[in-house]
């Protein structure tokens, strides 16, 4: 199978290829928003921290006064509408991480396969000027932005392309970035992203796994790398006793729900633990069927930046001048290095 898949490497790489072409020659026209678009994205698939830097960089903006929003495709939802997403809704109406978004950064988010229509709507329903965020934006070329933020997990080091491996796009793409994000623990690879040509400034992210006070639990999650999650439980000192995955946002299935009744039942946890976007996904009857059993906990994954006044004064050079100077004028809230 791994032989027949890296022989559509070559067919996948020139279809990125001839996209990105058409964009550069100006064959394929992209749409531009009244405000400026800030994109925060990736090489490869899922697990390398986008959503919670969008959250993170969210309250940043906000805390200087200047209004944002946030532009996701809502990635696994079952209604194709271009909509705002309610605090009351449900993953399924908006997709998981749209709703961890809006709940944990306060911030208006809009869903749609068309990001442009989804920025329209959110501009129709702002009160002033503002930045638009772009979830997951960097492959989405249809939507001009005037940032883009790549964040790059260790593996894409030594990824493959898709179908044989895990990156939608090879580090030649980065020449399109404004500014790359990388783990404070991978700094050893800065040279190496050097080396491959990459000069764009690096903004280094801390990540913190905030665990409930539980001990021995049964743990899950439906992620792109479950294997950070679980070791992160056990770094902060959590007995995992048993672990079920399933592939990134999987919905729940009663026998999915059953299994790990079953699992908490073998090894007498006193809990269930599992990430914020995971807890979101659950139906309510699915929550109330495991919280029959044991406490269902939720581990928090908090992003920072380590200096993050540099890196918001950065991000707002990188405007348009007109922006800049509206910008300009917010409260400037001191952002100390953490």
Same mark, same amino acid.
Not at 128 to 150: E, K
Not at 283 to 299: D, I, N, S, Y
């Given at each position: ?84 997403? %309610? +605090? =009351? ?11 961890? !978004? @809006? $709940? #944990? ?102 990540? %913190? +796994? =905030? ?11 439906? !992620? @792109? $790398? #479950? ?89 707002c050079a990188l405007l348009p001048m007109n922006w800049q100077a509206q910008f300009g004028k917010v409260q400037r809230v001191p952002l100390g290095k953490l």
């Open positions: 199978m791994s032989g027949a898949l890296a022989a559509l490497v070559p067919l996948y790489a020139a279809g990125v290829g001839a996209k990105n072409l058409a964009y550069e020659r100006g064959w394929a026209r992209q749409k531009r928003l009244q405000g400026p678009v800030v994109s925060i994205g990736n090489l490869s698939v899922g697990g390398s921290g986008k959503t919670p830097l969008t959250i993170r960089l969210a309250q940043l903006l906000g805390d200087r006064g200047v209004f944002v929003d946030v532009l996701s495709r809502g990635y696994g939802r079952r209604s194709k509408a271009v909509e705002r997403v %309610r +605090l =009351e809704g449900s993953a399924e109406e908006f997709g998981d991480e749209p709703l961890l !978004i @809006a $709940r #944990e950064a306060g911030v208006p988010v809009f869903v749609g396969a068309d990001r442009y229509r989804a920025g329209v709507m959110a501009e129709a329903a702002a009160a002033g000027p503002g930045i638009h965020l772009l979830d997951d934006g960097f492959q989405h070329r249809q939507l001009a932005r005037d940032v883009d933020i790549v964040v790059l997990h260790r593996t894409d080091f030594r990824g493959r392309l898709l179908p044989a491996g895990r990156l939608r796009e090879g580090f030649s793409s980065l020449s399109r970035a404004q500014i790359i994000t990388m783990r404070e623990e991978d700094r050893e690879l800065e040279g190496e992203l050097r080396r491959r040509g990459s000069m764009q400034p690096v903004w280094w992210m801390e990540r %913190r +796994l =905030e665990v409930p006070e539980v001990k021995r639990v049964v743990a899950f999650c439906a !992620i @792109a $790398r #479950e294997e950070e999650f679980f070791s992160g439980l056990r770094t902060r000192g959590v007995a995992v006793l048993a672990m079920r995955a399933w592939r990134d946002h999987h919905w729940h299935t009663e026998g999915d729900i059953a299994e790990l009744i079953e699992l908490q039942r073998q090894h007498d946890a006193e809990a269930f633990v599992t990430t914020e976007k995971d807890l979101v996904r659950l139906t309510p009857e699915q929550l109330r069927k495991l919280e029959g059993t044991a406490p269902v906990r939720a581990a928090k994954l908090v992003v920072r930046l380590l200096d993050e006044a540099t890196a918001i004064e950065q991000l």
